[in-house]
């Protein structure tokens, strides 16, 4: 039997889905491996650059200032074309490498004029929440011309590759200065690889009234927060009782707690495809499906 090769059209669609599936703090890994596996630098090159850009900006990635100790999140709500980002705080649009997560060359970029005295109440907001929520937190809050609906990101990222997991919370919110209501998305990605590999992934699409629609900014930024934070921790209240729940008794309830060799598999000794088939086999087995014949 001759070998497969893949063309170059299904090598950029495998690479571009290696990269959007990659899991939190993780990114430098998945790249070196899509390198020794293509074993082709400029074929990676082309193939990374589309959906690395979408990763960083899904992802709320944060970007280091170069020549400075500044930093900013890139979004979908800063993209200009170009492949440049506003950092509204700084008032400066950049040109971002996403490869290596860093932005050069500031042009001055000119705020909503309307809307920048609620922008910035509410990114003083936020930043305050984010301290005292997020330890490892990362925000702001994104106006758009001839517009008078802000945005919010937040991201918090923790990494512990020593331990074998990582993981990302992000939120992000639209508020409109018009409004009484606000609409948010929250997504939660943990991997762990300790003996196994598994990864959950959660959203929650969220929506919330104001009790009115305060035309001061301080007090339209304490009532957006008000509500973020109710909807936000009753969201981490009801993942923690169901996790809780999953401990108990759901895996209580499998049929076995070992697979068919009653001992842990030794995910170091899976080297070749038959150890590779008969681990799935006792995965179906461990969660009484039937294997495929």
Not at 36 to 51: C, F, R, T
Not at 164 to 190: P, Y
């Amino acid at each position: 039997m001759s070998e497969y090769t893949p063309d170059t059209a299904e090598t950029l669609e495998t690479i571009a889905q290696f990269v959007s599936e990659t899991p939190p703090g993780e990114l430098s890994q998945v790249l070196n491996d899509i390198r020794g596996l293509v074993n082709n630098d400029s074929l990676v090159s082309e193939a990374i650059a589309q959906p690395l850009s979408v990763h960083n900006t899904n992802t709320l990635a944060l970007v280091a200032v170069a020549g400075s100790d500044a930093s900013f999140i890139v979004s979908k709500f800063n993209a200009l074309e170009g492949n440049r980002f506003v950092d509204p705080n700084a008032k400066l649009s950049y040109a971002v490498d996403h490869l290596a997560q860093t932005a050069s060359d500031p042009v001055p970029h000119e705020s909503n004029n309307e809307t920048e005295e609620h922008r910035a109440a509410l990114n003083a907001a936020i930043n305050t929440y984010t301290q005292d929520h997020y330890p490892n937190g990362h925000c702001a809050v994104f106006s758009h011309d001839n517009s008078r609906t802000l945005n919010i990101g937040i991201v918090s990222n923790k990494f512990n590759p020593n331990n074998f997991w990582n993981g990302r919370w992000i939120s992000q919110w639209t508020a409109n200065l018009d409004s009484d209501e606000i609409s948010g998305e929250l997504f939660i990605h943990v991997h762990y690889y300790e003996d196994g590999n598994v990864q959950v992934k959660t959203t929650k699409h969220a929506t919330a009234k104001l009790a009115s629609i305060p035309s001061d900014p301080t007090a339209f930024a304490s009532a957006v927060v008000a509500q973020m934070l109710k909807i936000e921790t009753e969201y981490q209240l009801a993942l923690n009782a169901s996790y809780a729940q999953i401990s108990d008794s759901t895996f209580k309830s499998l049929r076995r707690a070992l697979p068919i060799t009653r001992t842990k598999l030794d995910w170091n000794s899976v080297s070749n495809c038959e150890d590779i088939v008969f681990f799935f086999y006792s995965l179906a087995d461990i969660i009484m499906l039937k294997p495929p014949l």
